[in-house]
């Protein structure tokens, strides 16, 4: 069973930086490409960012790219989102899924997902 847990969501001003975190097991941190997508108010669930398990190659939504960073941390099997420069139409709840593909940025190619974390930046 691949399990993924997310932390670091909470309140921010805008302009501000937030890390999330997406832990992992090893098998899954090792052979999973790791992705994140969002879900903001009234708004269906959308890719933001993405980090292959087999090069460590990243793929980023024009959206965050230039501001956001996906990075994978191999000692503690954690895959991290850093968000900076945010905005208020960053508000979402965040969510970390897990892909045996190499980069992909549709949905229907993630098999599991964590429960979300909520992220706010007010202006």
């Known amino acids: 069973q691949v399990q993924l847990v997310e932390s670091g969501g909470g309140l921010v001003q805008a302009g501000g930086s937030l890390r999330l975190a997406c832990a992992a097991s090893e098998r899954t941190f090792s052979t999973f490409s790791i992705g994140w997508f969002r879900q903001g108010p009234g708004k269906e669930r959308a890719f933001v960012a993405v980090s292959s398990w087999s090069n460590g190659d990243t793929g980023y939504s024009s959206s965050v790219k230039g501001r956001f960073i996906i990075f994978r941390d191999s000692t503690k099997n954690t895959v991290y989102l850093q968000m900076n420069s945010l905005k208020p139409e960053d508000t979402a709840v965040y969510y970390c899924?897990?892909?045996?593909?190499?980069?992909?940025?549709?949905?229907?190619?993630?098999?599991?997902w964590g429960q979300g974390t909520q992220v706010t930046v007010s202006s």
């Open positions: 899924a897990a892909s045996p593909g190499v980069l992909p940025v549709l949905q229907r190619f993630y098999d599991y």
